[in-house]
């Protein structure tokens, strides 16, 4: 089976060939149909790669949060502590806020 061999050899890489050489005489190489989908979990990687499957992937995840509804007075606060949080785990280039600038629930147009 080819799989925990592609696996193995391509572990850690971010990009990773569609195809690989076959290690058989006479056989043509190996190729993904299309790029490798994410998974809501690891299940059905279980049959092929057992107990192996933790070696080669790994959950992923992203967060959001929805800004509008942290009270004002406290929104730079939590900022300032996701912000210190991530340098803590030597990540902070992970962190990718999204500003945005939205009227409060409470705006009137002026003139209306």
Not at 62 to 91: M, S, T, W
């Amino acid at each position: 089976m080819v799989a925990p061999t592609y696996f193995q050899v391509n572990h850690g890489k971010h990009e990773v060939p569609p195809a690989w050489p076959s290690t058989r005489p006479g056989r043509g190489a190996g190729q993904l149909p299309e790029p490798l989908q994410v998974l809501p979990d690891e299940s059905p990687l279980l049959p092929f790669l057992g107990e192996r499957t933790e070696e080669f992937f790994r959950q992923a995840f992203e967060l959001k949060v929805n800004g509008d509804l942290i009270p004002v007075d406290h929104a730079q606060e939590l900022l300032d502590e996701v912000v210190a949080l991530f340098k803590r785990y030597n990540c902070e280039q992970r962190w990718k806020p999204s500003p945005a600038s939205n009227p409060p629930r409470s705006f009137t147009p002026p003139g209306t």
